[in-house]
């Protein structure tokens, strides 16, 4: 009777191996990819907002330093509110994060919005810019 439960739990507890396996390969390597290919539109968008927001605040509070002015103190506290964009940024950073996707993943996404959308902003610059 002994050989026969044991027999009979075998196929059961290799069934049970087999779904760990697969769910630890989904979770490491499956998981990231459809995470970064579901959120790499809307985590380029974000990432390249919040990098424009943070250089307008850098501009706005080096301005307000040599040039103390009320216009500039209204320019670093309305550049202040826009970093509210980057607290998106970062919270779709972490989630995609525990979701697997590495931070070289991240900075990779990052770095080529930056360069698709840096020729992007030139050209706008040049269509728009004021010629003397």
């Not at 390969?25 to 290919?37: E, N, R, T, V």
């Not at 009320?70 to 979701?99: N, P």
Request: charged share 25%; proline share 2%.
């Amino acid at each position: 009777m002994l050989r026969r439960v044991g027999r009979n739990i075998l196929p059961v507890l290799n069934c049970f191996a087999l779904l760990i396996v697969f769910a630890l390969g989904f979770k490491q390597f499956a998981l990231p990819y459809i995470a970064a290919s579901t959120y790499r539109a809307k985590y380029e968008d974000l990432a390249f907002r919040c990098n424009n927001v943070m250089r307008e605040h850098f501009i706005a509070k080096n301005k307000m330093l040599s040039e103390p002015s009320d216009d500039a103190i209204k320019e670093l506290h309305a550049s202040e509110v826009g970093l509210i964009e980057c607290q998106d940024y970062d919270d779709l950073r972490k989630k995609l994060i525990s979701l697997g996707v590495s931070e070289n993943e991240l900075a990779r996404m990052g770095l080529e919005t930056m360069e698709q959308r840096a020729t992007d902003v030139r050209a706008f610059v040049e269509v728009h810019q004021i010629k003397y």
